[in-house]
């Protein structure tokens, strides 16, 4: 009944293999992208990174240096702001399409979807995402890692609950608790590869593939 009004939204992929899909949002950030892409190389991880057009402008080599480390590129706004979302359908066509347009004219690449700033689904966004055929991609696991970081229990608790096909959120800007979050991710690595699973980018055919996936 709700995505009647709100419009359909992904929040995991079902695969037969066991596999996580990593994503990072509100990047590319100057530093801290740098080092995650630097951290996932190392464990031979793959993720998708929900860029933020206003952002990529400023940090555009390390937005390339993403895309060069086979990583998947998602739409996460033109400019991160909350506003637009009280506006109507075409205004919000408009709003998306930009940063999409801006994103893979800058980076060459095929954004797999749309992330709306903080989850937020109206029925106008909704209305305007079926239009353009362009899928909303949320996540059914998460972290508040730019609130507290990623402390070890938080990890070490999470990783028994997860399922093949999870969509994790976290973030790419970390300023704050630093150190937190980047041994929390590499624990998150390490843990969930031990149990079996492996990480993978968010497949770029979502576009032409999304009456085939679960919604919510």
């Known amino acids: 009944m709700i995505d009647k009004i709100l419009g359909s939204c992904i929040r995991s992929i079902p695969s037969k293999e066991k596999v996580l ?3 990072f949002d509100d990047g590319p950030h100057e530093h801290c992208t740098t080092k995650v892409l630097n ?3 190392q464990h031979r991880a793959q993720a998708t990174f929900f860029l933020v057009a206003a952002a990529l402008q400023k940090h555009l080599a390390v937005g390339r240096s993403i895309v060069s480390h086979g990583h998947h590129i998602g739409n996460h706004s033109l400019d ?3 506003h637009h979302f009280f506006l109507n359908d075409r205004f919000l066509m408009k709003w998306v399409r930009s940063a999409q347009d801006v994103i893979e004219q800058s980076l060459q690449v095929q954004t797999i979807g749309f992330r709306s700033p903080l989850g937020i689904r109206t029925p106008h966004l909704g209305i305007a995402l079926r239009k353009l055929k362009y899928p ?3 996540w059914n696991q998460r972290f508040f ?3 507290r970081g990623l402390p070890r229990k938080a990890i070490e608790n999470r990783v028994s609950h997860f399922r093949s096909g999870d ?3 976290l973030h790419d800007t970390h300023t704050k608790h630093h150190q937190s979050f980047f041994e929390g991710l590499e624990l998150l690595l390490i843990n969930a590869q031990q149990a079996g699973f492996s990480f993978k980018a968010i497949p770029n055919n979502l576009v032409n593939n999304t009456d085939k996936l679960p919604i919510s």
């Open 21 to 23: 899909y990593l994503t």
């Open 39 to 41: 951290l996932l190389a």
């Open 80 to 82: 991160h702001k909350y």
């Open 136 to 138: 909303l991609i949320h």
């Open 145 to 147: 890692d730019t609130q």
């Open 167 to 169: 969509i994790l959120l």
